[in-house]
């Protein structure tokens, strides 16, 4: 019988949870939209998801630790980690812009215990808010779309799409992500040019792609047979990840053999490797998805929350009429010369090694993985996935 240890470390089991959680995400995307391009915030899903667990109890409440990989942690470890975690991502005066936005839009027939109130506020920084869907559904939506556009800069809009919810609507669960970042070192417009990005041996698709020589943290994983480049912001505190496989048909391969244990080690190894002179080739572009959470949660097996007669959140009202009807997340990201704008097993460590050769090449002329993460936590808080950039970017 395998016996589970609890966690000393409840913010380090916490970054941990997260990114077996986003992993868990990224496949069900995978799954959802095979070959396509994909982009989302799992931190800021799963921070909502744990935020609305607060009003949860029994197996509801269950489901829900176990999927977003929290069942190791205690209620008040969970959430004072989040409070923690969050409160440093969005911490002020510093060279770029980072913010969550997490909110449930509930029916007005409904009245909030002061627990739960206090508590989303108090661990979250968000409130529950009373909204009008029995009389005014499409009214409600302009609203939340409104509020969604007013937390992003204006680059999420339209969140909620006509009949997403209706006079039925007793919870939605909205949360978005904003992100602008300057690269510490900026790629020159002038080195910008025409080039082909290869989606697969039968399609190729031109790109603009950027160029820049400096110095870069890169290192092989010869496991995920891919090569880890880290490029970061201005400040240093966040950095985008990139592992492009080798091969120009590898994605399917490194996407197969990632874990959660070696994803955090690849992005430890990154950070600790010697900056060295490389020329980067990447192309430059933008994502944006809209992610359909209910279905994926109910696959992940998260599915009491959306049931009206299994859902148990009488922590937030006192009775068991509440349930979440729908959720939604949708993300968008720019990389460009200037930099990023975005509205998001146990491996062994010689299998990590800083490229031999010198100059180091990295050419990100076919599908590759990215992650922007926070250097100082490790935290994933956008993943991406370019197959077939846009050529009008």
């Known amino acids: 019988m395998a016996l589970s240890v609890k966690p000393t470390n409840p913010t380090s089991e916490l970054v941990e949870a997260n990114t077996s959680f986003a992993l868990d995400v990224y496949r069900q995307l995978l799954k959802m939209t095979p070959g396509d391009n994909i982009f989302a915030s799992p931190l800021s899903i799963s921070a909502a998801f744990a935020m609305t667990s607060l009003g949860a109890r029994g197996d509801t409440a269950s489901q829900m630790k176990t999927v977003l990989r929290l069942e190791f942690l205690s209620d008040t470890d969970v959430h004072t980690s989040f409070s923690e975690l969050l409160t440093a991502l969005n911490e002020p005066n510093v060279p770029y812009t980072l913010w969550t936005a997490s909110r449930l839009f509930v029916s007005r027939q409904h009245k909030f215990l002061d627990d739960f109130v206090n508590a989303t506020r108090n661990y979250y920084g968000a409130e529950a808010a009373l909204t009008d869907f029995a ?122 053999n990632l874990t ?48 009206a007669d299994k859902a148990d959140l009488s922590g937030m009202a006192g009775g068991r009429q509440l349930y979440v009807s729908s959720a939604v997340h949708k993300a968008v ?19 990590l090694r800083c490229l031999p050769h010198d100059p180091l090449q990295f050419v990100a ?5 990215f992650f922007v993460v926070d250097n100082r936590s490790s935290s994933i808080i956008f993943f991406g996935r370019l197959t077939r950039p846009s050529s009008n970017v």
């Not at 409104?146 to 006509?162: C, H, M, P, R, S």
């Not at 900056?275 to 009491?304: H, K, W």
């Not at 002329?365 to 993985?369: E, I, K, S």
């Open 135 to 256: 009389s005014d559904a499409e009214g409600a939506r302009l609203a939340i779309n409104k509020w969604v556009e007013e937390q992003t800069a204006e680059n999420i809009t339209d969140l909620l799409t006509d009949g997403f919810v209706d006079s039925l609507t007793a919870i939605v669960l909205v949360n978005a992500v904003y992100f602008k970042g300057t690269w510490a070192a900026k790629f020159d417009s002038q080195g910008t040019h025409d080039s082909l990005f290869i989606v697969n041996a039968q399609e190729k698709v031109n790109v603009k792609m950027m160029f820049r020589h400096d110095k870069y943290r890169l290192c092989v994983d010869s496991t995920l047979d891919c090569q880890i480049l880290q490029l970061p912001y201005v400040s240093g505190h966040l950095a985008m990840i990139v592992l492009l496989p080798r091969q120009l048909d590898g994605l399917e391969s490194l996407e197969k």
């Open 260 to 307: 959660a244990d070696r994803l955090q080690q690849a992005l430890r190894a990154v950070s600790s490797a010697r900056p060295d002179e490389v020329d980067i080739s990447l192309p430059r572009f933008r994502l944006e998805q809209t992610c359909p959470l209910t279905d994926m949660l109910v696959a992940l097996g998260m599915g009491n929350l959306f049931a």
């Open 333 to 351: 990201i720019d990389v460009t010369e200037e930099g990023s704008e975005a509205a998001a097993a146990t491996a062994v460590a010689a299998t």
């Open 365 to 369: 002329d076919h599908p590759f993985v």
